[in-house]
């Protein structure tokens, strides 16, 4: 008889309605892998930024079709479906299915691991949605599941430099160029989730699989495009990584520049992408004059992105280790202590090559 196999997706969930939208973000602030602060502080701040921020987020929320909430839901219940499809292809013999654990709203990843328990599953791989590892968005998934989960998984960190997953973010670069209207001159801006520069410094490697994932992207697009990465959607007063993909556009609007810009952090269409992307950012390139702005779409169900997801998967089933990246196992060189792996050992005389890239 086959297995049972749950595949849990992780992701960070949104309100379903403008009247979540204030708890949501108070989830949100309350994440000590956000918020690194003890408890009570961290507790008091919650409340403040939370409802000092939820009346502009809310405006936000509402100029998508998502009935005042966010689509993130809709969206990652698409990508849950297609990518059961390719599982029970690529599995015929066992029973595989996928359940949706969101970490700010529902469904809650304690629902998940309820119903994952229900089940009763033989094997668990707990599949982010963030192809990036980072300690604020899987790290802080894979705390909650271990508290709610009764049980052994396993877990596919990271898959940044995954074929599929690369070709995939090329292709829709690709479509949104001939959206463009083909122009010759192109400025392509891979835009990522910014961090608080204090989270690097402690060790995520986020940002350095974000920018080694832009190299390759770089490799595979025409080579007069002039290609840079930047991170957006900066929260508080605490400094985060740069350049701001704001600031970057108005640079290059300035110029007169031919803006492609697509995001290489999130994989569906949700506020960062269709308001902040899509709008608030438009406006600034508009500003200062840019040539064209074309916001390149998300993977989303992406055929590329579905097999790349499906293949982390099959792989991580057939490994001894519980934890696994794209490249098998540990992806990130030494020195970035917020890796799950563990540290690789220098073996006396043998030089080891941390970088998979
Ligand atoms: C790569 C993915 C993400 C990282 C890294 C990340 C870090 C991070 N986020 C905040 C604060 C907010 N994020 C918000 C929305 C949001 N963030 C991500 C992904 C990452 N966040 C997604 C997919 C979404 C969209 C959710 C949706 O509703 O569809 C929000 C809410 C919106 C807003 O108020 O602007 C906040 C707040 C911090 C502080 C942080 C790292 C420390
Ligand atoms: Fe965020
Ligand atoms: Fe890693």
Known sequence: MGRRIAVVLFNLGGPDTGDDVQPFLKNLFRDPAIIRAPLPIRWLVAR????RRAPMVKQNYALMDAGGGSPLLGETKKQSAALEAELAMRLPGDEVRCFIAMRYWHPFTEEAAAEVQKWGADEVVLLPLYPQFSTTTTGSSLTAWNKAYKGQSRTVCCYPFEENFVSAHVDRIMEAWERAGRPDQVNLLLSAHGL??????????????????????????????EVSVCYQSRVGPMKWIGPATEEEIARISDQGGNILIA???????????????????????????????????????????????????????????????????????????????????????????????
């Not at 832009?214 to 495009?225: F, N």
């Not at 992105?305 to 982390?312: H, L, R, V």
Request: proline share 5%.
């Open 48 to 51: 403040i930024i939370s409802s």
């Open 196 to 225: 608080p520069e204090s989270v690097i410094k402690a060790g995520d490697p986020y940002q350095w699989q974000c920018e080694a994932l832009a190299e390759m992207v770089a490799g595979r697009v025409p080579a007069h495009w």
């Open 263 to 357: 995001p290489i952090a999130f994989v569906s269409e949700h506020i960062e992408t269709l308001v902040e992307l899509g709008e608030e950012y438009r406006l600034v390139a508009e500003k200062h004059g840019a040539a064209s702005y074309t916001r390149v779409e998300a993977l989303g169900t992406h055929p590329g992105f579905i097999a790349t997801m499906a293949g982390e998967v099959t792989q991580a089933l057939s490994m001894k280790a519980a934890i696994r990246s794209c490249a098998g196992d540990r992806l990130c060189p030494s020195g970035w202590s917020g890796c799950p792996h563990a540290e690789r050992k220098q073996k006396a005389g043998v030089r080891i090559t941390e970088n998979a890239v």
